[in-house]
C-alpha cells in the first residue's frame, strides 16, 4: 500500500510539525458546551479541503503499540463513524466506514470497541463489497495492543470461533451465522493457519 516501510511513514506522519487531525460534522450528544461529543453520536468526514490526505491522525494515536498504529494506518481513512463518546473520546462500541486514501472508495466497515479512547476488546474488519467480503478479519485488542487475530476463510477458525461465541457476541453472530454458505466450501478455506496468538492473550 506504502512504498516506504510503513515504520517510516508512522515516524514522518508523528514528527511532522503540520500533522492534522480529520476535519468532521458531528451530530448526536454532547456535554453542556454543546460541542463536545458525549454519549452516541455519529461523525461525517470532510475530505474537500484536504485532498492528498494519507492519514488518519486520531485513529494512529488511539494506541501507543507501533503494531496498532500500523494496522489502522493500512485500514485507511474514516469515511463515517458511529460511537460512543466520553469527554470527547471512544468510549464503547464504535462503527467506522474505511476509505482507501488512494482511490476514495469505502471498501470496509470496522466494528471496535474503546476503552477511553483506546481499542479494547474483539474488533471485526469486514469487507462490504464483491471483492473483499469474503476477507473478514477478528482482531482483539487488549489495552490498545493487538494479542489475537484470524480470517474468517481459515480453516483454524472453528477452534477461535468458541472463544469469541463466549465474549462477542455480536462479531460472532456475523462471522459465523450468514456467512457459513461462503465459508464451508473448500474453494474458500485456506489450509494453512494464519492466525495469530500472543503468549497474552487469555480469555
Sequence with gaps: ??????????????????KQFLDF???????????TPHGRGNKKFNFEYK?????????????????????????????????????????????MHMMEYRT?????TFYCSFKNGIPHGYALNQGIFDDNFKEHL??????????????????SRV???KTLKKNDEYIYNIVSGPLDVFFTEETYLYPQDRSFIHKNFKL
Excluded at 1 to 18: A, P
Excluded at 145 to 153: A, E, P, Q
Design 104 to 108: 476514495s472508495e469505502v471498501k470496509n
Design 51 to 95: 485532498s492528498g490526505i494519507y492519514y488518519d491522525l486520531e485513529n494512529i494515536n488511539c494506541s501507543r503499540h507501533l503494531d496498532t498504529k500500523i494496522y489502522f494506518l493500512n485500514l485507511g481513512l474514516r469515511e463515517y463513524e458511529s460511537a460512543e463518546y466520553k469527554n470527547g473520546v471512544r468510549n464503547g462500541t464504535t462503527l
Design 159 to 161: 477452534k477461535h470461533l
Design 138 to 155: 477478528v482482531l482483539y485488542f487488549e489495552r490498545g495492543k493487538i494479542l489475537h487475530h484470524f480470517w474468517n476463510t481459515d480453516k
Design 1 to 18: 500500500m506504502f512504498k516506504d516501510d510503513e515504520k517510516i511513514v508512522i515516524k514522518r506522519i508523528l514528527d511532522d510539525k503540520d
Design 25 to 35: 460534522t458531528y451530530t448526536g450528544d454532547t456535554k453542556k458546551d454543546n460541542k
